[in-house]
């Protein structure tokens, strides 16, 4: 007989608490583990139901992956069975074999496995790959003119002839750099899953030129006339600065990791949070000034710190990028509204607030890896990021601190 259990692999501690969900198969006193794809904190992980809690934001999207795949693990395990030819091998080969069919597109058109491509990014919410796939995917076939595009087409004459109409459009550098990466992503994934062969891989010989990109700090003292513009408390504008500020203070967060904040969050006065663009896990001690902002949204919303997403949100599904993006399109018009009140001549923007803080640490004389390692970047090559695990907490919770200290009270 074969005995199948779904279970969360907590068996080895992790830092972060987050494990994958497994089935575990069993046959003959002999057990192997398939995973499910989905990986969560082990606090979210209903041990009595098998389940994902429904505390999770995505637990009804999780919960149906993970019970389709045990559907399919047995379904697969007891046709072994009948043909009398079941092995952990076999069951996993099998799986294998019929996930690649169900994700490989028949036929080797580029349209329809970048579609499929974003089509799964989607279904495990990851809306912001998805948006830029899809950006890139509407450029190039745009300029193809032609629905039955194949990756065989795609060519180093297509691909230089596709740069210069952009070029002609007047798309910028790191744009036209963007979509080239992207672009080159999908075709490396369709050789993997040998739609096309590797020898007609086109961008070998294709060199797209980026631009540094401008300086998006404002100073100091423009910094400061913003936290001491008099603004009506609820405000637009008050929301807007409110928002920077937080930012700011969380040494550049940005406005999605921001709005994801919970109270959870926040223990014995340090606010923990993974970023969302690198997974990278950052501490950040909670100063006086910044509980003061937080304080200002207290029971605005029953889930997160601020009311900038809805209790019921799908983490990071389509729907609330499309929210955030337009969460940061309003926030920059009133920064903006801001910027010209006070005179501010530089462009004032969300993400402002991730280079002025920055920007800001430079100036105290602090240096670029302890910077970076604030920032949650990697600096250097891999043999200086060695020496950035000898940064104590300490040391970075007094950077951020002193950088705050710069701009004096918030009102």
Not at 111 to 116: F, G, H, L, P, W
Not at 188 to 195: E, G, T, V, W, Y
Request: charged share 25%.
């Amino acid at each position: 007989m074969v005995y199948f259990k779904v279970l969360l692999n907590d068996k080895r501690p992790k830092a972060d608490n987050i494990y994958p969900v497994v089935i575990r198969v069993t046959h003959n006193r002999n057990n192997t583990t398939l995973s499910t794809g989905i990986r969560i904190k082990d606090t979210f992980w209903d041990k009595g139901g098998l389940c994902v809690k429904h505390s999770h934001p995505n637990s009804q999207a999780y919960n149906k992956t993970i019970s389709d795949f045990y559907s399919k693990v047995q379904n697969v395990s007891f046709q072994l069975i009948h043909d009398n030819c079941f092995s952990f091998e076999a069951l996993s080969n099998n799986l294998n074999d019929a996930y690649k069919q169900a994700i490989v597109p028949k036929s080797n058109s580029f349209k329809e496995y970048a579609d499929q491509l974003i089509s799964d990014m989607l279904a495990i919410n990851k809306a912001g790959n998805s948006i830029v796939y899809q950006t890139a995917t509407n450029r190039l076939m745009g300029y193809a003119n032609n629905p039955k595009l194949k990756f065989t087409d795609i060519t180093y004459t297509f691909l230089e002839g596709f740069k210069r109409q952009l070029i002609k459009d007047g798309v910028k550098a790191n744009s036209i750099s963007n979509y080239f990466r992207t672009l080159r992503a999908i075709y490396n994934k369709a050789i993997k899953a040998k739609l096309v062969d590797r020898s007609h891989y086109p961008f070998l010989e294709i060199t797209v030129k980026t631009e540094r990109t401008a300086k998006r700090a404002i100073s100091l003292e423009d910094l400061i006339k913003i936290v001491r513009r008099e603004l009506k408390p609820r405000s637009k504008e008050w929301h807007a600065r409110n928002y920077f500020l937080i930012s700011f203070m969380l040494r550049g967060a940005s406005f999605t990791d921001i709005a994801y904040l919970t109270p959870i969050n926040i223990k014995k006065g340090v606010l923990t949070y993974r970023r969302r663009k690198t997974g990278k896990e950052l501490r950040i001690k909670v100063l006086p000034e910044l509980t003061k902002l937080f304080l200002l949204y207290a029971g605005a919303n029953s889930k997160y710190l601020l009311p900038i997403l809805p209790s019921n949100t799908i983490e990071d599904d389509l729907k609330a990028k499309k929210l955030l993006m337009q969460w940061i399109k309003t926030s920059n018009k009133y920064l903006g509204r801001i910027a010209e009140n006070c005179k501010i001549e530089d462009e004032v923007t969300t993400y402002v607030a991730r280079h002025t803080w920055a920007t800001t640490a430079k100036k105290l004389g602090y240096s670029n890896e302890l910077i970076a390692e604030c920032l949650g970047h990697e600096y250097g090559n891999k043999i200086t990021n060695i020496y950035l695990d000898s940064f104590d907490q300490l040391l970075i919770d007094e950077v951020n601190e002193k950088v705050i200290l710069q701009i004096g009270s918030v009102e």
